[in-house]
C-alpha cells in the first residue's frame, strides 16, 4: 500500500514509474475520486460553517420571543445535507483506498527498467558448472531409478503437481529443512519460528497475496481460512496492527513451512519433475528494519540465501530483477537461480526482495523510538532456501555414472550417508 497523501499528490510521476513495470494506472479515475472528495468536504465545510451562523441567529431568535420554525427548518436541513456530504467522501475515500490496494509498489531507482525476466542483470555468479563425462539426468529419471522419489503415486492419492519421497530422499528433504535452519539460527542471527500453516484473510491482505492473488492461493471452503502460500505471509504478519521498539530493529526471523499455491498463471511450464509444485517445503527468511537500514539488511538477506548455495558447493548466478519481472509488493528483488546440469540451466531457487513501507502500510506494522512519531517499518524476505529446488539441484549436480548420488559434505551429518542409492523395499 502507498501513503495515501504522497500518493494524491504525486499521480502523474508515480503513473510514470508504475509503467516501466507493464501497470497502467488510471489516473483520470484516481482523480474523478479525489476531486469527488474534495468537493464533498468543501461543500460540507462551508455549510458547517453557515450551520454555526444560522444557529447563533436561531437562538438570538429564541431568546428574543421571536418565531424562529422556519430557520429551524434551514438548519435541519444543513444537518442532512453536511451528513449527505460526509457520507459521499468517505464513500470516495474508501473507493480510493481500494483501487490504490491493487496498485503495485514503485520500483526502487536501482532496478534496472525492462519488460520482462530477459532484461534482468546478472549480478554475480559462483561456482562453475560441473563438466560430466557421461549424459547428466534429469531429477525425475534419477528420482525414479533411485526410488527416492515417486511422482506417479502421488498423482493417484492427490493429482498433478504432487510428489511422494521415498526412503532417503524423504531424508534428504529433512536434512535439508534442518540444515538451513541450523546455519540460520547458528550463524546468521535469525531467530527461528514454527507459524500456522493456516491464514486468514487479513494477513494474506497483509502481506499483497489479497486481492491480486487470489487464483493463485488455496482457500478453505466456509471458512476465512487459506493455505499459506509461503511463510513470509504468516511471519511478517506476526507484527500486524503493532508498534515494535524501533531500536530493536532489524529483526530477522526464519522459518520452515509448506507452502502451498494453485500456479494458476503457469500452465505448461515446469510440467516435469518437483520444480513447480502445488505443495512444496521452504525455509523463509524475513526481517523488519527502519527505512535507515533496509537496504544494508537487504544485501545480507541475499548473501544468507547464497551462503546456503555456496556450503552445498552448488554453482548459481545472482540476477537483480527488471521492472519488468518485479513481483507485485516488491520495490527491488534478487533472484538466486542454481544450475541444473539435468535440465542444462539456469532455475530460480531464491527471491530476495526489499518492500520498503508497501506491506508494512498494509498490515499497520510500526516502529517508535522514545518520543519520535511512530512510522511504517521496512519489510523484507526470501528464501533460504525453496527446499524442494534444492533437493532437485543436489540430485543432478551430484549424479555419478552408476546412477548413484554424493551428498555434499556439509549435509552429510543430517543425512546420515555420503551416497544416495537404490534401496531394495518390494513394495517400491
Not at 507452502?259 to 526481517?287: N, P, T, W
Not at 538477506?301 to 558447493?313: F, N, S, V
Not at 517508535?368 to 549436480?397: C, M, Q
Not at 544416495?420 to 518390494?426: F, N, P, V, Y
Request: charged share 30%; hydrophobic share 40%.
Amino acid at each position: 500500500m502507498h501513503d495515501l497523501s504522497f500518493f494524491r499528490t504525486n499521480l502523474d510521476s508515480i503513473a510514470q514509474r508504475l509503467a516501466t513495470r507493464g501497470f497502467q494506472l488510471d489516473v483520470e479515475q484516481f482523480r474523478a475520486l479525489d476531486s469527488e472528495r474534495r468537493n464533498a468536504l468543501t461543500e460540507a465545510e462551508q455549510l458547517k460553517a453557515l450551520k454555526n451562523v444560522k444557529t447563533q441567529e436561531f437562538a438570538k431568535l429564541r431568546k428574543e420571543g421571536q418565531d424562529a420554525s422556519a430557520l429551524q427548518l434551514e438548519t435541519r436541513a444543513m444537518s442532512d445535507r453536511i451528513t449527505e456530504l460526509d457520507e459521499k467522501a468517505k464513500a470516495a475515500d474508501e473507493s480510493f483506498r481500494d483501487l490504490m490496494a491493487g496498485v503495485p509498489n514503485i520500483p526502487h531507482e536501482s532496478v534496472p527498467v525492462g519488460k520482462s525476466a530477459d532484461d534482468n542483470v546478472e549480478v554475480r555468479r559462483w561456482g562453475q558448472p560441473r563438466q560430466f563425462d557421461f549424459e547428466p539426468k534429469a531429477h525425475w529419471d534419477l528420482g525414479a531409478e533411485l526410488k527416492i522419489l515417486d511422482l506417479e503415486r502421488a498423482t493417484k492419492i492427490t493429482g498433478a503437481r504432487f510428489a511422494v519421497y521415498w526412503g532417503i530422499g524423504a531424508r534428504l528433504e529433512r536434512a535439508l529443512i534442518n540444515f538451513m535452519l541450523d546455519v540460520h539460527t547458528r550463524e546468521h542471527g535469525y531467530t527461528e519460528v514454527l507459524p500456522p500453516f493456516l491464514i486468514n484473510s487479513a494477513s494474506m491482505f497483509g502481506t499483497g497475496q489479497l486481492p491480486k492473488f487470489r487464483e493463485d492461493s488455496f482457500k478453505i471452503e466456509n471458512n476465512d481460512l487459506w493455505l499459506a502460500p509461503t511463510a513470509e505471509v504468516p511471519v511478517t504478519n506476526l507484527f500486524r496492527d503493532e508498534t515494535l521498539n524501533a531500536d530493536d530493529l532489524p529483526i530477522s526471523l526464519c522459518a520452515y513451512t509448506p507452502c502451498f499455491r494453485s500456479e494458476a498463471g503457469s500452465y505448461g511450464r515446469d510440467v516435469r519433475g518437483i520444480i513447480r509444485q502445488h505443495q512444496f517445503q521452504k525455509v523463509e527468511l524475513v526481517k523488519f528494519a527502519r527505512a535507515d537500514q533496509s537496504w544494508e539488511e537487504h544485501e545480507k538477506l541475499t548473501a544468507d540465501a547464497e551462503d546456503i548455495l555456496k556450503r552445498l558447493g552448488l554453482p548459481f548466478r545472482t540476477m537483480l530483477l527488471s521492472t519488468g519481472d518485479l513481483g507485485a509488493s516488491s520495490a527491488k528483488t534478487y533472484d538466486l537461480e542454481v544450475w541444473l546440469p539435468g535440465q542444462n540451466g539456469f532455475k530460480e531457487i531464491s527471491s530476495c526482495s526489499n518492500f520498503e513501507a508497501y506491506q508494512a502500510r498494509r498490515a499497520s506494522i510500526r516502529a517508535k523510538s522514545g518520543k519520535n512519531k511512530p512510522d511504517f517499518v521496512h519489510t523484507l524476505n526470501g528464501s533460504g532456501l525453496a527446499v524442494g529446488r534444492t533437493w532437485v539441484a543436489i540430485v543432478e549436480n551430484y549424479q555419478q555414472a552408476d546412477g548413484s548420488v554424493v551428498v555434499p559434505e556439509a549435509l552429510r551429518p543430517y543425512v546420515g550417508a555420503e551416497r544416495l542409492q537404490a534401496e531394495s523395499q518390494s513394495f517400491h
